[in-house]
């Protein structure tokens, strides 16, 4: 399926890639297309590929075939630790802090070895700061990473990835298990990542709060891409409806 | 000349399988590394060494009671050290398992020296030196019997895993402790039995190496890395592979010697060791 | 803990340490303490390089090497095959640091590929193919030119190990407390998560495996000059692993104080057993090793805090 150019210059872009798992085929030749600063939501069912389409893109899985272009480089196939450094930053559904560190440092790591770096580590320290502030985490500070709760986790995950100075943004199901509270919270540090011009990539399981504020959503479907357009698009087109019949979930 | 280094690799291959198979059987039922295994052939064939001496029981006669013995040490082992490890999140099991059993290589190897001197021990039975000529190849009469012994053992372990019930429960949970836990099969007892027949399983390897070899309280480490090396050739915890891992080794090496010299046998292996652990860390013949 | 406190705590520590320094290098001016103290000083010095040593890639990376002995061992070979052939002492030490550099560059590096367990046993495997190959090849003896009994008394091996393990200490303190360790911390906590922000494992394994290698190395050389007389295939067995890596694990897993703890009971333990029971010594450090990782993972400096912090919720 071809990739639609939409509103402005893609900063992302996925060519045909494919991942076969001995005789599965967990991404089957998608393609699609990012423009810089807008929310790229990702939703499908259970097992539809997102998260290895993820792992594809962030250098955590080789795909078999196709391409992947960041920011006018082919990073295809790169191993993950330069992908963060050419700027694209993740977070993990299964939120992976680090453990014996406390919640500032495992900011700080983030700072030291990021995109941009800072020289010492006494800059990193003070560059640390606001990403505490952003994502509301202040009052951990000394807390040992390992011990936070599921909230404080993934305001970690998105803090520490932050830190990093990404050029974009993925976030793998950062909403999952929280409350409605605690999701309208998320969403207001989405649109105000968006509003300092960050680009994302989102994966979501919570349907409504996903189409509430991507720009563009993509729907894949056993490892295809079934469906691509606005959100106003998306709910009304029949095959997504069909995909997510009797399929369990919070929307 | 050539079929007689064939001979002994498959000799001497099929006496490692035996040194390793109880070492591959504990990994595969409770994916733990027990270093110490070596310690514990070390010490049945110091059981067969006494049995023999002080009651004059033949070596390949007190199979069952070193067999019988070392079971019961196993449950020991098990209950003071494998238990509590139990205590640990599944991912830090593994690396604190080989801890421990470097642990216990201590205390066993240093009880052993101070029980039984560290002088070396072997069997000399009447029929050690015996040679048959078999198609033209000269033969060890013990090593024809260790082979014999080995075929029995690895037999019937096999018959106890697919026929009876306490086998079929191990071998359900070597595949998922979470699934035969949930058929009601009480994992803490596999463990305990699997356990009594890994060390079990040394303790018989430690009789065919006193009678082939000789033994002393620090040479476990050597049996040791042999059964790694053979569970590494046959993919973790791959029970049916070891023969075949075994065999694999005991050729190679045989190879090595004819090559490079006697002194550089276990070089062989252990190099090996590394670049199929570095390149093929499933295993040999894993598919 | 604030930051001012910890930076109080950080600061009591150099003083502590600078004490403890002050009086091992005042201790043999100003008393006579005799031959056996300063052999037993001088074990425990080689005991602290080597535990932390392996604390290094073992504790801060959470790599258990099992292969330490190979390092050391090529330490003392190469020290005392450079020194016999007419090179200056220091530079010959000098020379075993930077030969088990190129040890753990040729069959180190390989292993870095291994994870966990595969690392563990393959470390063990090449070691011991190394101690087998090293004691076919040199099988006698190897002798220190005659001279050297004149320029080296026993104060100076104690002073020099005693150097060594001061430097030691320092480059560990250094690495672990600079970004470097920030990254090891990171890689041992999550590895994936730590190359999601840029860290690169395999860089930073090495890193420390290499500085871990060319301490392990200089402990040999200065073994060496200690000992004069040296049977290689004695100085490549386990046991050189296994006695730092005890002394890790029973003192506190990534943490500087811990090995220092760890070579302190190590050494008093088989010094006071040595005299009655021999090697049966090894049997209570096992069974005391075996405790301590069931019931306190992180050693005696985890209890030390737990006890603190026991007294202080009391108080």
């Given at each position: 399926?071809?990739?639609?150019?939409?509103?402005?210059?893609?900063?992302?872009?996925?060519?045909?890639?494919?991942?076969?798992?001995?005789?599965?085929?967990?991404?089957?030749?998608?393609?699609?297309?990012?423009?810089?600063?807008?929310?790229?939501?990702?939703?499908?069912?259970?097992?539809?590929?997102?998260?290895?389409?993820?792992?594809?893109?962030?250098?955590?899985?080789?795909?078999?075939?196709?391409?992947?272009?960041?920011?006018?480089?082919?990073?295809?196939?790169?191993?993950?630790?330069?992908?963060?450094?050419?700027?694209?930053?993740?977070?993990?559904?299964?939120?992976?802090?680090?453990?014996?560190?406390?919640?500032?440092?495992?900011?700080?790591?983030?700072?030291?070895?990021?995109?941009?770096?800072?020289?010492?580590?006494?800059?990193?320290?003070?560059?640390?700061?606001?990403?505490?502030?952003?994502?509301?985490?202040?009052?951990?500070?000394?807390?040992?990473?390992?011990?936070?709760?599921?909230?404080?986790?993934?305001?970690?995950?998105?803090?520490?990835?932050?830190?990093?100075?990404?050029?974009?943004?993925?976030?793998?199901?950062?909403?999952?298990?929280?409350?409605?509270?605690?999701?309208?919270?998320?969403?207001?540090?989405?649109?105000?990542?968006?509003?300092?011009?960050?680009?994302?990539?989102?994966?979501?399981?919570?349907?409504?709060?996903?189409?509430?504020?991507?720009?563009?959503?993509?729907?894949?479907?056993?490892?295809?891409?079934?469906?691509?357009?606005?959100?106003?698009?998306?709910?009304?087109?029949?095959?997504?409806?069909?995909?997510?019949?009797?399929?369990?979930?919070?929307? | 000349?050539?079929?007689?280094?064939?001979?002994?690799?498959?000799?001497?291959?099929?006496?490692?399988?035996l040194v390793a198979v109880g070492l591959s059987l504990l990994f595969g039922v409770m994916k733990y590394m027990n270093i110490a295994h070596g310690s514990f052939v070390?010490i049945g064939?110091?059981?067969?060494?006494?049995?023999?001496?002080?009651?004059?029981?033949?070596?390949?006669?007190?199979?069952?009671?070193?067999l019988?013995?070392m079971f019961v040490i196993g449950l020991i082992v098990y209950?003071?050290v494998f238990?509590?490890?139990?205590?640990?999140?599944?991912?830090?099991?593994?690396?604190?398992s080989?801890?421990?059993t470097?642990?216990?290589?201590?205390?066993?190897?240093?009880?052993?020296?101070?029980?039984?001197?560290?002088?070396?021990?072997?069997?000399?039975?009447?029929?050690?030196?015996?040679?048959?000529?078999?198609?033209?190849?000269?033969?060890?009469?013990?090593?024809?019997?260790?082979?014999?012994?080995?075929?029995?053992i690895?037999?019937?372990l096999?018959?106890f895993l697919?026929?009876?019930?306490?086998?079929?429960?191990i071998?359900?949970?070597a595949?998922?402790?979470?699934?035969?836990?949930?058929?009601?099969?009480?994992?803490?007892?596999t463990y305990l039995i699997a356990c009594g027949i890994s060390v079990a399983l040394a303790g018989a390897a430690g009789?065919?190496?006193?009678?082939?070899?000789?033994?002393?309280?620090?040479?476990?480490?050597?049996?040791m890395?042999?059964s790694?090396?053979?569970l590494?050739?046959?993919?973790?915890g791959?029970i049916?592979?070891v023969?075949?891992?075994?065999?694999?080794?005991?050729?190679?090496?045989?190879?090595?010697?004819?090559?490079?010299?006697?002194?550089?046998?276990?070089?062989?292996?252990?190099?090996?060791?590394?670049?199929?652990?570095?390149?093929?860390?499933?295993?040999?013949?894993?598919? | 803990?604030?930051?001012?406190?910890?930076?109080?705590?950080?600061?009591?520590?150099?003083?502590?340490?600078?004490?403890?320094?002050?009086?091992?290098?005042?201790?043999?001016?100003?008393?006579?303490?005799?031959?056996?103290?300063?052999?037993?000083?001088?074990?425990?010095?080689?005991?602290?390089?080597?535990?932390?040593?392996?604390?290094?890639?073992?504790?801060?990376?959470?790599?258990?090497?099992?292969?330490?002995?190979?390092?050391?061992?090529?330490?003392?070979?190469?020290?005392?095959?450079?020194?016999?052939?007419?090179?200056?002492?220091?530079?010959?030490?000098?020379?075993?640091?930077?030969?088990?550099?190129?040890?753990?560059?040729?069959?180190?590096?390989?292993?870095?590929?291994?994870?966990?367990?595969?690392?563990?046993?393959?470390?063990?495997?090449?070691?011991?193919?190394?101690?087998?190959?090293?004691?076919?090849?040199?099988?006698?003896?190897?002798?220190?030119?005659?001279?050297?009994?004149?320029?080296?008394?026993?104060?100076?091996?104690?002073?020099?190990?005693?150097?060594?393990?001061?430097?030691?200490?320092?480059?560990?303190?250094?690495?672990?407390?600079?970004?470097?360790?920030?990254?090891?911390?990171?890689?041992?906590?999550?590895?994936?998560?730590?190359?999601?922000?840029?860290?690169?494992?395999?860089?930073?394994?090495?890193?420390?495996?290499?500085?871990?290698?060319?301490?392990?190395?200089?402990?040999?050389?200065?073994?060496?000059?200690?000992?004069?007389?040296?049977?290689?295939?004695?100085?490549?067995?386990?046991?050189?692993?296994?006695?730092?890596?005890?002394?890790?694990?029973?003192?506190?897993?990534?943490?500087?104080?811990?090995?220092?703890?760890?070579?302190?009971?190590?050494?008093?333990?088989?010094?006071?057993?040595?005299?009655?029971?021999?090697?049966?010594?090894?049997?209570?450090?096992?069974?005391?090793?075996?405790?301590?990782?069931?019931?306190?993972?992180?050693?005696?400096?985890?209890?030390?805090?737990?006890?603190?912090?026991?007294?202080?919720?009391?108080?």
């Amino acid at each position: 399926m071809e990739a639609k150019v939409i509103f402005g210059m893609p900063i992302l872009e996925v060519d045909c890639v494919r991942k076969s798992f001995g005789g599965l085929t967990a991404v089957n030749d998608v393609s699609c297309a990012v423009p810089e600063g807008k929310i790229f939501g990702l939703i499908g069912p259970n097992g539809s590929g997102k998260t290895t389409l993820f792992n594809l893109i962030t250098g955590f899985m080789k795909p078999n075939s196709g391409k992947v272009r960041f920011d006018g480089e082919d990073i295809t196939g790169v191993q993950a630790q330069r992908i963060c450094k050419a700027g694209i930053a993740r977070t993990f559904q299964l939120s992976k802090p680090f453990g014996t560190m406390t919640v500032f440092d495992n900011i700080v790591v983030g700072r030291l070895y990021g995109n941009e770096p800072a020289r010492s580590l006494k800059r990193a320290r003070s560059e640390s700061e606001e990403y505490m502030l952003l994502t509301g985490l202040e009052n951990k500070r000394r807390v040992t990473a390992g011990t936070l709760g599921l909230v404080d986790r993934r305001k970690l995950e998105v803090a520490r990835a932050l830190a990093t100075r990404p050029k974009m943004l993925f976030l793998d199901e950062m909403m999952a298990g929280l409350n409605h509270r605690e999701i309208e919270d998320a969403m207001v540090l989405l649109r105000n990542l968006k509003n300092a011009g960050m680009t994302m990539m989102v994966v979501e399981h919570i349907m409504k709060a996903l189409l509430a504020v991507s720009d563009h959503v993509m729907v894949l479907c056993t490892g295809r891409k079934i469906a691509e357009g606005t959100p106003k698009e998306i709910v009304c087109n029949e095959q997504v409806i069909e995909a997510y019949l009797g399929e369990d979930h919070d929307a | 000349m050539i079929a007689q280094i064939i001979m002994y690799g498959v000799i001497i291959g099929i006496f490692y399988a035996l040194v390793a198979v109880g070492l591959s059987l504990l990994f595969g039922v409770m994916k733990y590394m027990n270093i110490a295994h070596g310690s514990f052939v070390v010490i049945g064939g110091y059981i067969s060494f006494w049995l023999f001496n002080l009651l004059g029981i033949d070596p390949f006669l007190s199979i069952p009671f070193v067999l019988v013995i070392m079971f019961v040490i196993g449950l020991i082992v098990y209950g003071l050290v494998f238990s509590p490890l139990k205590r640990f999140a599944e991912g830090q099991r593994l690396g604190n398992s080989m801890l421990i059993t470097f642990g216990l290589i201590l205390v066993l190897d240093n009880l052993v020296a101070f029980l039984w001197t560290s002088d070396v021990k072997t069997i000399t039975a009447p029929y050690s030196g015996q040679v048959i000529q078999l198609l033209g190849i000269r033969v060890p009469f013990t090593s024809l019997g260790v082979i014999g012994v080995t075929f029995a053992i690895i037999g019937i372990l096999h018959l106890f895993l697919s026929r009876t019930y306490i086998g079929q429960s191990i071998k359900a949970t070597a595949q998922d402790w979470e699934a035969a836990s949930l058929l009601g099969i009480n994992i803490n007892r596999t463990y305990l039995i699997a356990c009594g027949i890994s060390v079990a399983l040394a303790g018989a390897a430690g009789t065919a190496v006193v009678l082939m070899y000789s033994i002393s309280p620090y040479s476990g480490l050597e049996w040791m890395l042999i059964s790694m090396i053979v569970l590494v050739f046959a993919g973790l915890g791959k029970i049916r592979e070891v023969f075949l891992a075994g065999l694999a080794l005991g050729l190679l090496e045989q190879l090595g010697v004819f090559l490079l010299g006697g002194h550089y046998r276990a070089v062989v292996g252990l190099v090996l060791f590394v670049l199929i652990l570095i390149l093929r860390p499933q295993g040999l013949f894993a598919k | 803990m604030n930051e001012t406190d910890k930076s109080r705590q950080s600061f009591l520590a150099y003083i502590v340490g600078g004490v403890v320094v002050l009086i091992f290098i005042l201790l043999p001016v100003s008393m006579n303490v005799g031959r056996y103290v300063l052999s037993l000083l001088f074990t425990f010095f080689i005991y602290i390089v080597l535990s932390q040593s392996w604390n290094l890639v073992g504790g801060y990376t959470g790599q258990f090497n099992l292969g330490l002995a190979a390092y050391f061992g090529s330490g003392v070979l190469s020290c005392s095959i450079f020194y016999s052939s007419g090179i200056n002492p220091i530079l010959s030490l000098l020379a075993a640091g930077f030969v088990a550099i190129a040890l753990a560059c040729i069959i180190g590096l390989p292993t870095m590929r291994l994870r966990g367990v595969y690392f563990s046993i393959g470390t063990l495997a090449l070691a011991e193919a190394l101690r087998l190959t090293v004691t076919n090849l040199w099988p006698t003896s190897l002798y220190v030119p005659a001279t050297h009994y004149e320029r080296f008394t026993i104060l100076t091996n104690y002073y020099m190990a005693l150097g060594l393990a001061v430097f030691t200490i320092i480059v560990v303190h250094l690495m672990v407390n600079s970004r470097i360790g920030m990254a090891l911390t990171a890689i041992r906590d999550d590895e994936d998560a730590a190359k999601s922000m840029g860290v690169s494992p395999t860089k930073h394994k090495v890193t420390v495996f290499v500085v871990s290698s060319f301490l392990a190395g200089l402990a040999g050389g200065v073994f060496t000059l200690f000992r004069g007389v040296i049977t290689p295939t004695f100085q490549f067995t386990p046991e050189w692993t296994f006695g730092p890596l005890v002394a890790a694990c029973i003192g506190g897993l990534g943490t500087i104080v811990g090995p220092l703890l760890g070579s302190v009971f190590f050494v008093i333990l088989q010094e006071i057993f040595s005299q009655t029971l021999g090697k049966m010594h090894f049997i209570i450090t096992g069974i005391l090793f075996i405790l301590v990782i069931l019931f306190l993972p992180r050693g005696l400096v985890q209890s030390a805090t737990t006890i603190r912090q026991l007294f202080k919720s009391k108080l």
